[in-house]
């Protein structure tokens, strides 16, 4: 049986952050269970189309999925389980945020299935939190804390943020022991990317006017080197560019974006690649419950994948997992030989001490490589 | 057409500083002597380039025949020859100035006497024309006409009391200039039985009818058949078709006679072949000796120009063969830099033209290019007696080959408000100027005369001047010659390799300061790499000025998962394309931005 990932978009959240530029907002009045009736039709319809697949993770994120209430939920998942074969040993994750759950939501989420958390902490820091437009502070996550561990997660990740502005080399370092102590199984760390279109873009973007309340460069790099050092002394192991865990707990779902792996999101402008398509699904969210309601498809965007693009996607996205990419895969997958298609590529990154090649055909990033990842990427598309 | 009145011609140009008004003027007249209606007239109909419109100059000689009914009764035929507004194109504006037998001054009501004003007053007044002035925008709250018309008859030494006072733009008082045209402009004189002699004061190619000349007839008769003989350039040809210009369109007549002005067609494939300046005569009863004043017009300002696409190449060569066809001024020949490739070195008249021909090119001709700092023509003596003209930097013997270098030097007249006159002062000063004369046209305004050296005004000598008088200084020159100079080759070196496109020859004095903001601007420029890149101006191989672009130390996608491929994908795709577009200079890549970026370097 093939296997198959699902993603469930939940676009609602308690107040849109500084720096997000992900689909989400508060809810109006009702929205949630109109949302939560529209997706339910859309979870059953589409999956008649996979009868032949064994789905084998499920991820609920956001927004901030954690803020349907437990009925709400219960009918996602009992759609879910009635239209696909879900493996008994799925990893379902539920994203939370830190003061949007207690201990008898979090007991529901067990009895449902639920087997796995990430929690959307980023700092340890309450004026760095503040900053961020985060509505917790580091009580309120150490609240949520105690009562994920006391109902018996023992699958949980943790999201943190450096070159935040105002961060500064002792804060994120505090951070950073503050999480330690707490023994999380996984951790992603990323470091900030101002996007356009979010209040952050505004006020610390180039040229703008509190620019100079990001980190430095140095202290950027600092940071970023002080993650992976404490992370790896404490029994973590980076398994992708942003993602550390401890052993046998990487995030099956996410390792699936990056090996190419077929997922099916669903919801309001959720991705998904099935066979060699990739498509995904109407942004607006009146539009997507109009049509959803309605019966009819909300996919409003496709493409085929050429090989070529294949290719490419197999090069840049299993290049950012720090097992990297092998010949073989590559030879299976496509029928070609590596070399043929980027022996070229392959030759200048390794001499500019991006890459390495071992005996067995294995490719990965060095640590310099991981720095600069988008400079080896670029290498890859046409 | 034959049989004409000789009497009944007036043949008259319209001279003006930038923006006095002169194409409104040239479409008033057309409109009310009834050639066009107002609805047909697109604004301004004689400057019919878009570019033109847009920059509100004109750039080509245009011309128009119009016939207007006088007071007196009788009809009279109008030539209007519009000429060229920019110094570039002096030399066009004197060839029309020749083919005409009066002028008409607009004088800007608010504004006054402008330094260009004044050249063409003079310049028509040496062509022996007679001039007689308007005073335009009367219109406008801050309109002077009493004082203009003081300042025209001290500054000029012409009569101006009777002056028509007009605005063009609302069609005031236009019946007073074209009776003025009528009594003040005198008829032609030639007799239509000598031999064939007419001034060549334009041309344009067409891909019909072949060059079509513009041509003011002193003497003599042409008309289909006439066996014509350019005598500057040589050329010869049977006449096609000789005609008169309606608006915008050309309409064919019997023949051509002294005193008329019109063009002529003969399967002429390149203008070339019909310079500027140049006589046409009878091949074979040809006139004793040709009009004076023709002179072979030389490029004065060069640069490199490069397909940002290398494969565009022969795309570049196909515009610019095209583009010359009808600017016989245009120069290019083929060349070759490390860091550009291919490409070509092209002479222009002056910064202006310059421009003009780079975005007809990439308008036009829809080309991506990159453009070298352009420079003048510099003079190399060798040692061993030899002399080179010098337009690419990059072929400056050794110096040890070099006796001296001279550069070409210009007559600059800039008229100034009094209370500018100190900053208009520095900034000559700061450009190597020698002041010659300070003369006060009336309190408030002042004519400073420098020599200035041709390589310290192409670059950014309009727009310093314009920010530092705030708009109320005006600016014209001359070619006067060559001087020996304290000339030096700066060369420009990233990650130790010389950047030959980026060479350029600067005054001694000048090379520090211009190194250091050449490697400022170029760090801003190029994208860190990898690895450090040192950025180094030298003379001679003795850096004077270094920056560093600084390692890269990061480029990184923290977040990649199911929704974000697509979108990041077209991140890098978007990355991949900006690689594309910049070259490879050993192993750096910069930016083609950054080539053109070091053309503009004064911020003040």
Not at chain 1, 158 to 178: N, R
Not at chain 2, 98 to 127: K, M, P, S
Request: net charge negative; hydrophobic share 35%.
């Amino acid at each position: 049986m093939k296997k198959l990932s699902l993603y469930i978009h939940i676009p609602f959240c308690v107040r849109k952050c500084h720096y997000c530029d992900f689909l989400s907002a508060p809810p109006r009045e009702n929205e949630k269970k109109e949302y939560v009736e529209a997706l339910c039709g859309e979870i059953r319809r589409e999956a008649a189309a996979f009868g032949e697949y064994s789905v084998d993770t499920i991820f609920f994120g956001g927004g901030t999925p954690s803020l349907l209430e437990q009925e709400e939920l219960e009918k996602v998942m009992k759609a879910l389980q009635d239209g696909f074969i879900i493996e008994e040993t799925a990893e379902i994750t539920m994203e939370a945020n830190p003061g949007t759950v207690d201990r008898k939501k979090l007991e529901g989420y067990r009895r449902l299935g639920i087997n796995r958390l990430s929690i959307g902490l980023q700092s340890a820091n309450d004026e760095e939190l503040k900053e961020l437009g985060r509505i917790h502070g580091w009580e309120t996550f150490l609240t949520t804390w105690k009562a994920v561990r006391e109902c018996g997660f023992t699958n949980v990740n943790i999201d943190l943020m450096s070159a935040l502005p105002g961060q500064t080399i002792e804060s994120y370092t505090d951070t950073l022991k503050k999480i330690l102590a707490l023994e999380p199984e996984h951790i992603s760390a990323y470091s900030l990317i101002i996007e356009e279109g979010t209040d952050f873009f505004d006020r610390f973007g180039p040229g703008k006017a509190e620019e100079d309340r990001l980190p430095s460069e140095e202290a950027d790099r600092t940071m970023y080197a002080l993650t992976g050092k404490l992370l790896q002394e404490a029994g973590y192991s980076r398994y992708e560019i942003s993602n550390y865990s401890r052993p046998g707990r990487e995030c099956r779902h996410n390792l699936g974006y990056w090996t190419g792996k077929e997922y099916l999101g669903l919801g309001l402008g959720a991705s998904s690649l099935v066979g060699h398509t990739r498509f995904s699904r109407e942004t607006n969210l009146e539009t997507y419950l109009q049509a959803a309601m309605a019966g009819e498809s909300t996919v409003v965007w496709q493409q085929d994948l050429s090989s070529r693009d294949q290719m490419e996607e197999f090069m840049f996205l299993g290049l950012r997992c720090t097992k990297g990419i092998s010949a073989k895969e590559f030879r299976k997958r496509f029928s070609a030989d590596i070399s043929a298609v980027y022996g070229k590529q392959l030759h200048k990154l390794k001499s500019k001490g991006l890459i390495t090649v071992d005996e067995t055909g294995q490719i990965v990033l060095t640590s310099l490589g991981l720095d600069v990842s988008n400079q080896v990427f670029v290498e890859f598309l046409k | 057409m034959s049989g004409i009145d000789q009497s009944k011609i007036r043949n008259f140009c319209i001279v003006a500083h930038i923006d006095h008004g002169k194409s409104t003027l040239a479409d008033r007249i057309i409109e009310q002597t009834g050639l066009l209606t107002s609805r047909e007239m697109q604004a301004q109909v004689l400057d019919n380039m878009d570019l033109e419109r847009e920059r509100g100059i004109t750039i080509k000689a245009q011309t128009v025949r119009t016939v207007y009914k006088a007071k007196d009764g009788e009809e009279y035929i109008f030539n209007l020859i519009d000429t060229p507004g920019h110094v570039d194109f002096n030399y066009e504006v004197s060839r029309a100035l020749a083919a005409c037998d009066g002028a008409i001054l607009v004088v800007d009501a608010a504004q006054g006497i402008e330094a260009q004003t004044l050249a063409n007053v003079y310049l028509a007044l040496d062509h022996n024309l007679d001039v007689f002035p308007v005073i335009n925008k009367i219109d406008l709250p801050s309109a002077e006409p009493e004082r203009v018309i003081e300042e025209i008859e001290d500054v000029i030494g012409i009569e101006a009391q009777d002056a028509p006072q007009i605005s063009a733009k609302n069609g005031l008082n236009i019946d007073q200039v074209l009776e003025a045209i009528v009594e003040k402009i005198p008829a032609p004189g030639g007799s239509s039985e000598n031999p064939l002699q007419a001034l060549i004061f334009d041309s344009l190619y067409d891909s019909y009818k072949g060059v079509i000349v513009f041509c003011r007839l002193m003497e003599g008769t042409v008309r289909k058949g006439t066996p014509i003989k350019m005598m500057a350039t040589g050329a010869t040809a049977e006449v096609v078709e000789v005609g008169y210009f309606g608006a915008g369109q050309f309409i064919p007549c019997e023949e051509l006679s002294a005193g008329m002005v019109g063009y002529i067609t003969a399967s002429i494939k390149n203008v070339k072949d019909t310079a500027v300046g140049d006589t046409i005569t009878n091949a074979a009863n040809p006139c004793k000796e040709p009009l004076p004043g023709y002179k072979k017009v030389n490029s004065m300002v060069y640069c490199g120009m490069y397909p940002a696409d290398g494969a565009k190449y022969p795309d570049l060569r196909d515009a610019l063969e095209k583009l010359q066809l009808n600017d016989a001024a245009l120069q290019y020949e083929p060349e070759t830099s490390i860091a550009l490739g291919f490409g070509f070195r092209c002479g222009f008249l002056g910064l202006l033209h310059l421009e003009i021909i780079q975005e007809r090119l990439e308008r036009e001709y829809n080309l991506d290019l990159v453009t070298t700092a352009p420079g003048v023509i510099y003079r190399v003596h060798k040692y061993n007696g030899e002399v080179i003209e010098l337009t690419n930097p990059s072929n400056l013997p050794d110096p040890t080959e070099i006796d001296y270098m001279e550069e070409p030097i210009v007559n600059a007249e800039i008229m100034v408000k009094t209370e500018f006159i100190g900053a208009i002062m520095g900034l000559c000063q700061e450009r190597r100027g020698r002041h010659v004369s300070m003369e006060y046209m009336e309190e408030t305004r002042a004519l400073l005369k420098y020599e200035l050296p041709l390589n310290e005004i192409i670059y950014d000598f309009f727009d310093a001047l314009k920010s530092r008088s705030r708009g109320y200084a005006s600016f014209d020159y001359e070619m006067k010659g060559y001087e020996q100079s304290e000339l030096v080759k700066l060369d420009i070196l990233i990650n130790k390799e010389e950047v030959d496109a980026l060479s350029f020859i600067v005054h001694k004095e000048s090379a520090y300061e211009r190194g250091r903001k050449m490697c400022e601007k170029l760090k801003e420029e190029i994208p860190r790499h990898l690895f450090e890149i040192p950025i180094q101006a030298a003379v001679g191989g003795k850096v004077i000025a270094r920056e560093t672009v600084k390692a890269m130390r990061k480029d990184v996608l923290a977040k990649c998962y199911g929704g974000d491929i697509t979108r990041k994908k077209k991140l890098l795709e978007k990355q991949k394309e900006g690689k594309k577009r910049m070259r490879q200079v050993g192993n750096v890549e910069i930016p083609q931005k950054a080539f053109m970026s070091v053309l503009k370097l004064d911020n003040d």
